[in-house]
C-alpha cells in the first residue's frame, strides 16, 4: 500500500502545484528495499508487520486515555496525542510500502507516489520536530513558572502552538518538495532504500544538485538543529531550576515529569542528526538503512511505551479504562 497522489488534494498546503511542473525521462521509481537480506525476509516481514500493528495499536489506546480519562486533559496530555497522531501518520506512510517491498523485491511506484510519499514523511518528521519544541516548552513552563503555568499555557495556545507546528512542517516539506521538483531525472530509477528519502532521491538527478542541498541544509537548519537548541536551553534552565528544590524526593519528582520527554527527545534527534546533519560517505547502506529503520518504524513503537511506563496518571487512567470495560 502506498501514498496516492489523491491524499495529496487534500492537504490544505496543495503542494500538487509542485508536482506539475516536474518533467523527466522517468515515470517509476524501483526500491531495492533489504535486497542483501533476501534469506531474512520472511522474518523480516513478520516483525516489522508485529511493530507496524503495536504502533497502531499504542498510539491509538494513548489518545483514546486522554480523551476517556478527564485527570488527562492537560496540555502534556494534549501534546502527546498529537504526537501519537503523527506517529501513526508516520508509520502508515512508511511501513506498508516497506512490507510489500520486502514481499516482492525491487518494487516499483510511480515517481508523484514516490514525491508524494517524501512530502509526507518530511511533513511528519518536521511537525514532530516542531512539536517536541513545544513540550519542552510546556515542561519549562510547568517546572520553572508553575504559578503562571495555567495562565499562560491555555487550551487556545496548545491549539495555536500544534497548529503552527503543522504549518511550519507543511513549509518545511513545500521547500524541499520545490527544490526536488526543480530536478531532472534522465537515466537511473533505482534506490537502494526501503522508502523515498530525501537524499537517495535527490542521487538520481543528472542536473546540478548543489542548489537542493543548500536548500536541505537550511531546512535541516530551520527544522532539527533549532528547535533542538531550544530544547536544550529549556532543560538547562530546568534542571537548574529542579536543583534548587530543597528535598530529594521533590526533585526526583519533577524531572520525572520530564523524563518521558527527554528519552524521546534523545532517540528523535539523534537519529535525525545522525542521518540529515552528519557526513555519511562512509556509511554502508546497511548502517543507513538500520538508522532509517530507528527514526521511521522504531520511535513511533517506543513512544507510547516511553510515556506509559514511566506515567502513573497514564496507568492509572489504563487501569480505569480497563475495568470500565470489563463493566459491559
Known amino acids: ?12 498546503c496543495a503542494f500538487n502545484t509542485a508536482l506539475a511542473s516536474n518533467k523527466n525521462n522517468i515515470t517509476v521509481i524501483y526500491l531495492l528495499g533489504f535486497h542483501d537480506m533476501d534469506r531474512f525476509n520472511v522474518l523480516l516481514f513478520i516483525l516489522l508487520l508485529i ?38 501518520l508516520l508509520t502508515t506512510n512508511i511501513s506498508p510500502v516497506t512490507l510489500n517491498i520486502i514481499l516482492h523485491p525491487q518494487t516499483s511506484i510511480s515517481f508523484p507516489e514516490c514525491i508524494t510519499q517524501l512530502y509526507f514523511f518530511i511533513l511528519i518528521e518536521g511537525f514532530e520536530c516542531f512539536l517536541l519544541t513545544m513540550m519542552s516548552y510546556d515542561r519549562y513552563l510547568a517546572i520553572c513558572a508553575p504559578l503562571h503555568y495555567v495562565s499562560i499555557m491555555n487550551h487556545v495556545l496548545c491549539i495555536k502552538l500544534v497548529v503552527a507546528s503543522w504549518l511550519l512542517g507543511c513549509t518545511v516539506a513545500l521547500i524541499l518538495i520545490h527544490g526536488i521538483n526543480q530536478l531532472y531525472f534522465c537515466q537511473s530509477n533505482t534506490i537502494d532504500h526501503f522508502f523515498c528519502d530525501y537524499y537517495p532521491l535527490m542521487e538520481l538527478s543528472c542536473s546540478d544538485v548543489s542548489m537542493a542541498r543548500i536548500e536541505a541544509t537550511f531546512m535541516c537548519i530551520f527544522a532539527i538543529v533549532l528547535p533542538f537548541f531550544v530544547i536544550l536551553i529549556s532543560y538547562v534552565y530546568i534542571v537548574l531550576t529542579i536543583l534548587k528544590i530543597s528535598t530529594f524526593s521533590r526533585r526526583l519528582k519533577s524531572f520525572s515529569t520530564c523524563s518521558s520527554h527527554l528519552t524521546v527527545v534523545s532517540i528523535f534527534y539523534g537519529t535525525l542528526i545522525g542521518t540529515y546533519m552528519i557526513p555519511n560517505e562512509g556509511q554502508t547502506q546497511i548502517l543507513s538503512k538500520t538508522v532509517a529503520l530507528l527514526y521511521t518504524v522504531l520511535t513511533p513503537l517506543l513512544n507510547p511505551f516511553i ?19 470489563k463493566g459491559f
Open 51 to 88: 511493530i507496524y500493528c503495536v504502533t497502531i495499536l499504542g498510539n491509538s489506546l494513548i489518545i483514546t486515555l486522554v480523551a476517556f480519562s478527564k485527570n488527562l486533559h492537560s496540555p502534556m496530555y494534549f501534546f502527546l496525542t498529537q504526537l501519537s497522531i503523527a506517529d501513526i
Open 1 to 12: 500500500m502506498s501514498v496516492t497522489l489523491s491524499q495529496a488534494n487534500i492537504n490544505p
Open 307 to 325: 510515556y506509559s511506563l514511566r506515567n502513573n496518571d497514564i496507568k492509572k487512567a489504563l487501569r480505569k479504562f480497563t475495568n470500565n470495560q
